[in-house]
């Protein structure tokens, strides 16, 4: 049986209203790729292992979405909001995160590379060992993430805010900080750690 997205999201809306009739998006490895998904309302559905590559997904609201081992490869999630979501183990390759909220996200063991995070809200989410080698991260906010062993080489953080960030055990080498807030962040066994913050 084919896969009826907009009957599923129409019930999905009913079960956030808390209708009787309402029923939470189970969509576990669904075949949605390329899905245009602009604005959808998909908060808390269980989108486990769902294939999303290069799906529609702007200003969509999933926060606190079950996205587990999801494939969002070459996403749109410009403005998304994504606080609180599940994206362990999740492959968010090549995906625009531009503005979108990810605060109190968990990322750990994703899969980053490539990804746009410029302006987008990273508050308290959870980012330990990630490879954010060569990202565009101008302007995002990560106060108090936990970045710890993380691998930022070459990564742009220009003016992005990093106060009371984890980065014990990342990686910093050639990472650019122009105009970054690092207030309170633990520093303390980061690596390669340009010398300007020490001026």
């Known amino acids: 049986m084919s896969l009826n997205i907009t009957e599923v999201l129409e019930k999905h809306g009913k079960w956030i209203a808390g209708e009787k009739d309402g029923e939470r998006a189970k969509l576990f490895g669904a075949k949605l790729r390329g899905a245009h998904l602009r604005g959808a309302k998909l908060s808390g559905a269980d989108l486990q292992g769902a294939d ?4 529609d997904l702007w200003f969509s609201d ?12 070459g996403a749109n999630l410009h403005g998304a909001n994504l606080h609180k979501a599940n994206l362990h183990g999740a492959d968010l390759r090549g995906a625009d995160l531009r503005k979108a909220d990810l605060s109190e996200a968990d990322l750990f063991d994703s899969e980053l590379l490539n990804v746009d995070f410029r302006g987008a809200n990273l508050q308290n989410a959870k980012l330990p060992d990630s490879d ?6 101008q ?3 990560f106060e108090g993430a936990d970045l710890k062993g993380a691998d930022l080489r070459r990564a742009n953080l220009y003016g992005a805010n990093l106060r009371d960030a984890d980065l014990r055990n990342a990686d910093l080498e050639g990472a650019k ?9 633990d520093l ?12």
Not at 177 to 185: Q, R, Y
Not at 188 to 193: C, F, H, L, P
Request: charge should be neutral; charged fraction near 25%; avoid cysteine.
């Open 52 to 55: 999303l590559r290069t799906a």
């Open 132 to 137: 954010l080698s060569d990202a565009k991260l």
């Open 62 to 73: 999933l926060h606190e979405a079950d996205l587990r081992g999801a494939y969002l490869q």
């Open 177 to 185: 900080l122009h105009g970054a807030k690092l207030d309170g962040a």
């Open 188 to 199: 303390s066994t980061a690596r390669n750690v340009p010398a300007q913050l020490f001026k």
């Open 139 to 141: 302007d995002a906010d």
